[in-house]
């Protein structure tokens, strides 16, 4: 598919996307060519979680189990006073 270049230098890639959620690109040039990698963003406060794998995949596995319905309410110890 050809896409010209408009005015302000341009290139509309509307057309291309599949993903409407995706609107970050890590662009980098390779070989003279331009190579745009589809990105999302993290919140910081989130961050972490991507950095500790262990963390990761109990999350992941937690809403694997929740989605299977292997779910029960959870009930807080009572506090003394």
Request: glycine share 6%; hydrophobic share 40%; charged share 25%.
């Amino acid at each position: 598919m050809l896409l010209t270049i408009d005015s302000r230098k341009r290139i509309p890639l509307g057309r291309l996307l599949s993903d409407d959620s995706v609107s970050l690109f890590n662009a980098s040039i390779i070989d003279g060519k331009i190579i745009l990698e589809p990105m999302r963003a993290v919140p910081a406060r989130e961050a972490w979680l991507y950095k500790n794998p262990e963390a990761l995949a109990s999350v992941l596995q937690g809403l694997k189990e929740a989605g299977e319905g292997k779910v029960r309410p959870y009930h807080p110890p009572k506090q003394k006073h």
